[in-house]
């Protein structure tokens, strides 16, 4: 099977990438590992904090689909891509690793847009069942809609936490509420509610509903931050009826063969466990580790990579355009560092067009893809979700890196 | 563990796949993949590890993190948050022997 | 170490906290050598879940450019295929 583009991952950035393409007259293939398309947005439902709308990413993903066959995309859904080769070569088969009629794909372009992996977050107890992470959260509850538990804790707090412990909520879950990441050698800044709250307070465009949430004001100092965390209330301050407990952690989970309780524990301002435990009875426990890169494929493909901490983990070296140290090879969505699905669709029309002009299909000149990289950086500007306060200096900083490259 | 109702969301009933697990029938949901359903039908064990034999269940959800993994007759090792559920299929927490046919 | 301050890292492998530990104590200091010693990152996910916990605990997480994404190789087949298949593609 020979195509122009091959695009690895269905999700909001290879479906944008996959349609720009499309639309100018190229021929393409998307690869996805799940049995639909749509990656993440299958599972997204939030309300959107600058106008409260509801955001229901399997209805976008619906609608990209369409596209997407409207316009001759082809699209091999729970096909997985065990290995690439420069050229482009493409060895692929089934999710469970059996042969397909056609074990290899050809294409003249990679544009790799695998999206975002879940770090761990361990701790004892971690293993059993009725532990999930944050995501699979979500997916079980609105990809699926089945609720994690009756009864169910959150670990750590950041966006994502917030946004699926409410969903969990509307599905009819008693989220116990949110608590602090247990204080361990893997947990550094969010295990401490002082450096925790600090952090929100930069992450300007999520601000204003956290904020008044939280408090307001009082936040924007770091003497702020330092009396909020001190004064915080110990029974936790509740945002959508659920507590959320910036003066509490967790020590470790329990049961015999699946989850039945939590040990948690009170916390000082820097996260420090302070008093007698205690036991909540729970039948889930959702862990909220932060997001990383998924990038394996882009380390068969031979590029080089930049670790910032503002993207969140390392990712293949690109330039403002997509494209990576290795020629014919792109990348778009939260293989680039996590930014969520809106910068991450913006990336794959800017990926897209890249391609276009480097395949020279239609007619894509500098000035097209200028715009396309100014609409990323637009939609970063006005995005209400923020994965990391320092992704504006970790994206200037990766363009310097790329100019002194290698 | 299924949601009835839901303020934003449309649940709409969907009809019943029969399937089973580790010799048990299980009633699940078109649509479902297994570990929605067994998890549905509060069922969170999927299998047990090989060192330890403790119990595993789903972790990451979406098909990195292979603890979910599980056996279907006719295919061999699948992992149960991507596999979709269809009439008839047989899954089982240990590989059998002769699981790919 | 108390055995609540244990836990796994490798889920595949069931490789705990303190194992790591006592072979770090014995001289290992990279996560490659951490990996040959326990078994943690060689297990059915290929490291994808706990390859970033070795690099954390051996410091391996310096900010910057590097040629490789980790000191823990990633290498084909990224998904688990049988033998004959990867054969297969070196012809």
Not at chain 1, 26 to 31: A, D, L, P, Q
Not at chain 2, 54 to 71: E, L
Request: proline share 4%; aromatic share 6%.
């Amino acid at each position: 099977m020979k195509f122009d583009v091959a695009i690895v991952g269905a999700g909001p950035a290879g479906l944008k990438a996959a349609i720009e393409i499309a639309r100018a007259g190229g021929n393409v293939v998307m690869i996805d590992d799940h049995p639909h398309v749509g990656g993440k947005l299958n599972g997204q439902l939030h309300e959107e904090p600058n106008n409260g709308d509801w955001w229901i990413g399997v209805s976008i993903a619906e609608q990209l689909k369409q596209e997407a066959l409207s316009l001759g995309i082809t699209i091999l859904t729970g096909t997985q891509v065990w290995s690439v080769e420069e050229g482009w070569k493409l060895f692929i088969s089934n999710v469970d690793g059996r042969p397909l009629d056609n074990n290899m794909i050809e294409s003249k372009a990679l544009l790799l847009a695998t999206g975002a992996i879940e770090k761990p977050l361990p701790l004892p107890g971690w293993t059993l069942p009725g532990v999930l992470t944050i995501g699979g959260a979500q997916v079980l509850t609105n990809q699926y809609q089945v609720k994690p538990g009756n009864r169910v804790i959150v670990v750590g707090v950041d966006i994502l936490s917030l946004s699926i412990a409410r969903a969990m909520k509307m599905a009819g879950a008693d989220v116990v509420g949110i608590y602090i990441a247990p204080k361990n050698e893997f947990t550094s800044g969010i295990s401490n509610p002082k450096e925790l709250l600090s952090s929100f307070s930069s992450m300007t465009k999520f601000a204003p509903n956290l904020f008044m949430r939280l408090g307001g004001n009082v936040l924007k100092s770091a003497i702020g931050c330092s009396l909020a965390a001190l004064f915080y209330p110990k029974n936790g301050m509740k945002v959508w009826d659920i507590p959320i407990h910036f003066r509490q952690s967790i020590l470790a989970i329990n049961g015999e063969q699946e989850v039945e309780s939590v040990t948690l524990t009170k916390i000082d301002p820097t996260g420090n466990a302070i008093g007698e435990s205690f036991l909540e009875k729970v039948d889930a426990v959702c862990i909220s580790g932060g997001l990383s890169p998924q990038n394996e494929l882009a380390a068969v493909a031979g590029c080089e990579f930049v670790r910032l901490n503002g993207l969140s983990g390392v990712v293949p070296l690109h330039d403002q355009y997509m494209q990576t140290t290795v020629e014919g090879l792109f990348v778009a969505g939260n293989i680039t560092g996590i930014e969520g699905a809106k910068v991450a669709s913006a990336q794959g029309v800017l990926a897209g067009s890249s391609i276009n002009k480097y395949l020279s299909i239609g007619n894509v000149n500098e000035g097209n893809l200028e715009r396309n990289a100014k609409q990323v950086e637009i939609v970063r500007e006005t995005a209400d979700i923020t994965f990391h306060s320092e992704i504006g200096s970790a994206r200037n900083k990766l363009q310097k890196l790329w100019e002194h490259r290698i | 563990m299924r949601i009835q109702k839901h303020p934003v969301m449309k649940i709409i009933e969907k009809e019943d796949v029969e399937f089973i697990f580790n010799d048990t029938k299980i009633i699940g949901k078109k649509g479902d993949s297994l570990a929605s359903a067994l998890w549905a039908n509060g069922m969170k064990t999927l299998r047990q590890t090989e060192k330890e034999n403790n119990s595993r269940g789903i972790y990451c959800g979406i098909g990195n993190c292979y603890d979910c993994r599980v056996y279907l007759q006719g295919s061999g090792m699948v992992r149960a948050c991507i596999t979709p559920i269809k009439s008839g299929m047989e899954f089982y927490s240990e590989d059998r022997g002769d699981m790919s046919s | 170490m108390p055995k609540d301050e244990n836990y796994l890292i490798c889920r595949c492998e069931e490789i705990s906290l303190k194992e790591i530990k006592n072979v770090k104590n014995n001289g290992l200091t990279t996560s490659q050598e951490i990996k040959m010693a326990t078994r943690a990152g060689m297990g059915v996910c290929q490291g994808r879940i706990c390859r970033s916990l070795i690099e954390q605990l051996v410091a391996e997480t310096e900010e910057g450019s590097c040629k490789l994404p980790s000191k823990l190789t990633v290498h084909h087949p990224v998904r688990p295929v049988p033998l004959g298949m990867i054969v297969n593609k070196e012809d």
